[in-house]
């Protein structure tokens, strides 16, 4: 199966020079954790993504207003893509190796036309990739602090 086949066609997209916030919005209003950004409208060229985990980690937790900080700022830039022809198998190897749970689909001209997340995949893929993919994104990407017993 290709990924045309189980991808989140034409997803709304920024612009780097979105808030934040417009993101956020988005997010919420289509039920989804990642919006890509575009260097225009009119080319649709990916050049980056971002993640409600971007928004919470980089906006929220360091005190920003999400009103007045734009995209650009919090964005993964370069995101791993795939194009539509590539086998589901491929987009799950991508996301075991590079440890992400959404990949962009470009065409051949980088345009943004499509997004598979893990749920998409859940619910197409075989069992066993799907099993795997999630386990190879869960792990720790860094080491967490030592945690020390307290002393009785």
Do not use: W, Y
């Amino acid at each position: 199966m290709k990924l045309r086949d189980v991808m989140t066609s034409d997803p709304i997209c920024c612009l780097p020079t979105d808030s934040a916030m417009e993101a956020a919005r988005i997010m919420k209003s289509r039920d989804v954790g990642a919006v890509p950004i575009v260097a225009d409208r009119d080319s649709g060229r990916l050049i980056g993504i971002v993640t409600d985990r971007d928004l919470c980690k980089a906006i929220v937790a360091e005190g920003d207003s999400p009103q007045f900080t734009l995209v650009e700022k919090v964005m993964t830039r370069n995101p791993f893509t795939c194009g539509p022809e590539e086998s589901i198998e491929s987009c799950e190897k991508l996301m075991q190796k590079r440890q992400v749970r959404r990949i962009p689909v470009v065409d051949k001209d980088g345009r943004c036309i499509g997004i598979v997340a893990q749920a998409d995949l859940a619910l197409h893929a075989p069992v066993a990739g799907v099993a795997k993919t999630l386990v190879a994104v869960s792990k720790p990407t860094r080491r967490r602090p030592a945690r020390h017993a307290m002393a009785a």
